[in-house]
């Protein structure tokens, strides 16, 4: 067989269209807990990493109100902002038809996980594993959740691949040993995926 096996893909802004709903919170959170009003570069620099990490970013000694703000104003507003990527549902049906092993790699909490898998109930069954925030001690930049994907999967990183939107995806999939994929229909721009060096960019 041809191709990657397994396949190992990142959740937001890969899978599914979560700008929306990563923008908005991350904003509304800024704004009530310390009054401010930043641009979305600076808002999103850091996602791909686990949320609780991102709000230390914008104020460590307030991370945790930040990130409590945060979670209520996502969990609230999921089933109408999160949207689905054109195309994505049956590439992946056809990976899966083709015999290749799926997973999600994410640094998305289950909970918040399953809410995306509520809206979108066709994609969950696509994947045998779906690595959370909660699987592994250390994230992304770090290789442990990729790793953690293949031994689930009974994989080497020989022939496996990490598609991501994000330059942690890439750091990650590459210290793992696997092909990076990057594709730029997330949240990052182009250049700052190409600077990370993947084996290969998907418009």
């Given amino acids: ?6 396949i190992l893909l990142d959740l937001d802004g890969t899978v599914i269209d979560s700008v929306a709903l990563i923008r908005g919170p991350h904003r509304h959170a800024v704004k009530t807990v310390l009054g401010e009003d930043w641009p979305d570069e600076r808002l ?9 990490e991102q709000m230390a970013v914008f104020a460590p000694d307030r991370a945790d109100e930040l990130y409590g703000v945060y979670r209520e104003w996502n969990h609230a507003n999921t089933a109408h902002l999160l949207e689905q990527y054109e195309g994505i549902t049956e590439v992946l049906t056809d990976l899966r038809a083709a015999g290749r092993r799926l997973g999600i790699v994410t ?3 289950h909970d918040a996980v399953a809410l995306a898998w509520g809206v979108l109930p066709h994609l969950r069954e696509l994947f045998d594993v779906v690595i959370g925030a909660e699987d592994t001690a250390l994230h992304k930049p770090d290789p442990t959740p990729v790793r953690e994907a293949l031994a689930r999967l009974g994989a080497g990183a020989t022939g496996a691949c990490y ?3 994000a330059p942690f995806d890439l750091r990650a999939g590459r210290a793992a ?3 990076t994929i990057a594709v730029t229909w997330g949240f990052f721009a182009p250049a700052d995926l190409i600077a990370e060096g ?3 960019v998907v418009d």
């Avoid at 067989?1 to 397994?6: L, T, V």
Wanted: glycine share 14%.
């Fill in 163 to 165: 598609v991501g939107d």
């Fill in 177 to 179: 040993g696997v092909a």
């Fill in 107 to 109: 640094s998305k909490s």
């Fill in 1 to 6: 067989m041809s191709g990657f096996d397994p």
């Fill in 198 to 200: 993947p084996d290969a």
């Fill in 44 to 52: 999103v620099a850091n996602v791909g990493r686990p949320l609780l």
